[in-house]
């Protein structure tokens, strides 16, 4: 009886970690219909909190079931900074979080998001692995985004979570922006590296 070959499974895209990398990117129109269409600050934070804390099912199920892919090592972190950075516009125009906190964050995602890219596409550079630190920041931040945003709405202990997101998004943003810094050699050392390949070949 013949094995399969690993390969397929490294260049599949149907697989059951993207269709959940998939679902979860389809959520974002709801999202957005949910704060501005409905005006459910609530609903809509809730439905953010939960994409955040189930940012790790799609990495898991591809771990678990032998189903990493080259294409879902790339279209997971692409939806869940399409996703923080779409949230965090919505949220930045309805108002319902400090807008300094915001426009820091926006600016950290963008300018990480389009170095890492451009050092993907234009210099070949490899995809590297996000540091425990990086991995922390994320996970501060996207309770705190949420809830700011529970906490404007009539959410019963709304101050208490309004409190609860100060208190996550101080670390948050300081270790995301410290995280930025660190990985300039990072993705020096891999353009670098690209360039190298790519003279070699």
Known sequence: MSQPDPSIARDSVLTIPNL???????????????????????????????????????????????????????FDPTVDRLLFIVATVCILIDGSAPRWVLVLLLVRELAVGIA???AT???????????????LATFLLMFAVPGFLLGSSDFRWADAVTVASWILVVPGLVLSYWTAFAYVPKIRDGVRAGRARRHAT
Do not use: H, I, N
């Open 20 to 74: 959940v990398t998939l679902l979860r990117l389809l959520c974002l129109p709801l999202f957005v219909w949910l704060l501005f269409v409905r005006e459910d600050r609530q609903a809509a934070a809730w439905l953010l909190g939960g994409l955040g804390a189930t940012d790790w099912v799609d990495g898991y199920l591809a771990r678990r079931l032998g189903q990493t892919s080259e294409f879902g090592k790339k």
């Open 116 to 118: 890492v890219a451009v």
């Open 121 to 135: 596409l234009l210099f070949g550079m490899e995809r590297f692995d996000v540091t425990f630190l990086g991995k």
